[in-house]
């Protein structure tokens, strides 16, 4: 079975802190996804990355960063919260299309996050 | 590009009704096509996928889908639903391959919440 894992599954934190949201994958994937889901917005991609040390900007990547080390680990950087951070934040994982299940993303339970 | 719109974004239904959950899209190429289901404080689940051959789909808790190119949609389908068939679903098209140009993304619908009342 695939795993993806997030770092952290509820997090508070307040106005102007750093915030590290981490992902971990098993399945050797090269693409990994964050996104932001926020009630009747469905989900809005953040950043997205095809191989370490690669990223690529989703539709809202302001005021966020990410960081690919390792292959199978993708972080998202929140340098500076605010309160319209405050989201459910899903990190994914899927393979190119010439291998395994084209474009199928494997997702990892989410991180609420909420800053005061 | 693509984009995918789904038409509903609450459906309530009593417990043993069938249900419809609609979802059309818009691609100028040849696309795979998936929905996602998410239960309540968790991550997105694959529910079922079109990637090619039979444009009926079957899929996981007894879910069906149809493709059907010349109307551009793919609507979800139950025949008798339950309680625990209560979240949110999305649909989802993909993007074309990198070497065609494409990001590889999946473009998503709003979402679709399944309320099923006893």
């Known amino acids: 079975d695939v795993k993806v894992t997030q770092s952290s599954r509820y997090l508070v934190k307040r106005t102007g802190e750093k915030v590290f949201l981490e992902c971990v994958q098993d399945?050797?994937?090269?693409?990994m996804f964050w996104y932001r889901q926020d009630p009747g917005l469905g989900l809005r991609l953040i950043y997205f990355s095809y191989d370490v040390k690669m990223k690529e900007k989703g539709d809202i990547p302001e005021g966020y960063s990410v960081s690919r080390e390792k292959k199978e680990r993708f972080s998202l950087i929140l340098e500076s919260t605010s309160t319209n951070q405050t989201s459910m934040y899903l990190c994914?994982?899927?393979?190119?299309?010439?291998?395994?299940?084209?474009?199928?993303?494997?997702f990892g339970p989410g991180t609420r996050l909420t800053v005061t | 590009a693509q984009s995918v719109t789904q038409l509903d974004s609450q459906v309530p239904v009593f417990e043993e009704a069938p249900v419809e959950l609609r979802c059309n899209y818009s691609?100028?190429?040849?696309?795979?096509l998936f929905w996602y289901v998410q239960y309540p404080n968790q991550g997105l689940q694959l529910l079922l996928k079109?990637?090619?051959?039979?444009?009926l789909v079957k899929g996981i808790n007894g879910f069906e889908a149809e493709f059907n190119k010349s109307q551009t949609s793919f609507h979800l389908r139950k025949p008798s639903v339950h309680i625990s068939d209560t979240a949110e679903y999305f649909c989802?098209?993909?993007?074309?391959?990198?070497?065609?140009?494409?990001?590889?993304?999946?473009?998503f619908g709003k979402g679709t919440k399944l309320t099923v009342n006893p």
């Open positions: 989802a098209v993909s993007d074309l391959p990198r070497f065609q140009g494409g990001s590889e993304k999946l473009v």
């Open positions: 399945m050797d994937h090269e693409n």
């Open positions: 079109y990637l090619s051959g039979s444009t």
């Open positions: 994914a994982s899927s393979s190119p299309p010439t291998s395994g299940d084209p474009y199928e993303q494997y």
């Open positions: 691609s100028s190429v040849s696309v795979y």
